[in-house]
């Protein structure tokens, strides 16, 4: 039955919608229709969804949905499987996994294709395998496909604190690599070093690439992960090693910057950008496959872990994206569904 007693033949559930672009107020939960799988696609039953930077831009205005993404938002979830597509192997009803999605997460169901829906990383409860999809898939991808970060190299890593950063430490560390990282203040600095990072930098109160030259005594880090972009990007060329790899995944302090091809040819530096969201359901099938293989027995063996910030109810929303906007947090802040 309708909410008013009409009888409907369309099934509806909660999902977060976005009545216009603009600040928190925007964002509503509302009753809309229910996905239905492709022959290639499952659905998951949604029990929660990470929330990510490009949410924020994407209620903003400033990140839409790539073509035949869902128009809600949400790059990331965990749940059980409740349909599954005619043209699917591999999944069943009734299977526990998490995702990465184009569009969709924040709501009680999602549909996704099969090549991006992960098993659910066993001795890892279902919200917090929430918390992995988007940022292990950018750290791998970035770090160790494209970067090819290797055993007792350096990684410096912009944004220590954050779901990517706290990743980002732990899979390097994990690897045999030494880590420095950037933060904003004195608690992110602590939380970052016990996680394993050799030196934490307060962004704030010293100058990173400074501290980045006479902590590798003036040799560089070997690969660089940034999520400023135009703002970072002359000291980060400053403070390549030798046949080191800068590599860009966010904008955060602007889209344009000036490039010092001299400094960067000196030391023989690759600059690379990358993005995650459009790319092809085979390319993100590749990266997860990888994931699986390669990260889920560290968390599995509690060398790699989720870390979780805070965990809001969907109706609350807006203070998730409140608290991930003031930029206190550590780890992932997650919705519970």
Known sequence: MGKRGQRSTV???RAVVCEGAGGVEVLKVAEIEDPTPARDEVVIDVVAAGVNRADLLQRQGHYPPPP??????????????????????????????????????????????????????DGLDLVSAAALPEAVATVWSNVFMAAHLKDGETLLVHGGSSGIGTTAIQLAVAHGARVLCTVGNAEKMEFCTRLGADVAINYKEALWASVVSEATGKAGADVILDIMGAKYLQDNVKSLAFDGRLVVIGMQGGTKGELDLGRLMSRRGLVTGTGLRSRSVLDKGEILAEVVAHVWPLVEAKKVRPIIHRTFPLEAV?????????????????LTV
């Open 68 to 121: 035949g993404a869902p128009g809600t938002i949400g790059l990331e979830v965990s749940g059980t499987i409740s349909e599954v597509g005619a043209e699917v192997e591999g999944w069943s009803v009734g299977d526990e996994v998490c995702a990465l999605l184009a569009g969709g997460g924040y709501a009680e169901k999602v549909v996704v294709p099969a090549p991006q829906v992960m098993p659910k990383p």
């Open 318 to 334: 807006a203070q998730a994206h409140e608290t991930l906007e003031q930029s206190n947090h550590i780890g992932k802040v997650l």
């Open 11 to 13: 099934a509806t559930m």
